[in-house]
């Protein structure tokens, strides 16, 4: 499995291009693309969720020779997954995802786009792993702000059909 540059005092391979740092939860790691990102998707893949802890994770692509880390790279730890034939690189102080490498694609390196506070050049149109789409995910629901919570909204109830309970409803009888 490629290993991610680990050479922070690279600089990056084109230097009048323009670039997007990223970083990790705590700060102990940056990393830097050149943009445009080649491309960004949602992964729904059950590894993706289970190694983010959320309903599906959203990355971007980068070439590797446009990617180099510039801070914190003794910080990284790394989970080389030999089934899936992939590496998964974290911050080894805060546990943020940092990198997602496939063995398939040796050239690329993939990032999770929270990573990024600016624009990476890329809208992530594509979805990866759909047919994992879990029931719990939002999808656009209408909302109503939640009162005396600010910033907090909820779904609204969904209309119930006549004479068919709700998920959420008990059973008129019970019969143990």
Same mark, same amino acid.
């Given at each position: ?36 990102? @080649? ?15 959320? @309903? ?29 034939? $992939? ?32 624009? @990476? ?7 990866? $792993? ?20 600010? $910033? ?25």
């Amino acid at each position: 499995m490629p290993r991610a540059s680990r050479k922070s005092s690279t600089p990056p391979a084109e230097p009048d291009r323009p670039t997007a740092t990223g970083r990790c939860l705590c700060g102990a790691v940056e990393l830097q693309i050149v943009i445009p990102a @080649v491309w960004a998707w949602h992964d729904h893949t059950k590894p993706s969720r289970r190694a983010h802890g959320a @309903v599906y994770a959203t990355y971007v692509g980068s070439w590797r020779s446009k990617f180099r880390i510039t801070k914190g790279e003794a910080s990284i730890t790394r989970f080389e997954d030999k089934t899936a034939g $992939g590496a998964r690189s974290f911050c080894s102080r805060c546990g943020t995802p940092l990198i997602y490498e496939r063995a398939r694609s040796p050239k690329m390196v993939n990032l999770p786009r929270a990573l990024f506070a600016d624009r @990476v050049g890329r809208e992530p149109r594509y979805h990866i $792993g759909i047919e994992d789409l879990q029931d719990w995910v939002y999808t656009g629901e209408a909302v109503s702000p939640l009162k005396g919570y600010p $910033g907090v909204v909820r779904e609204r109830p969904r209309r119930k059909r006549p004479g068919k309970p709700s998920l959420f409803e008990a059973p008129e009888t019970f019969s143990p």
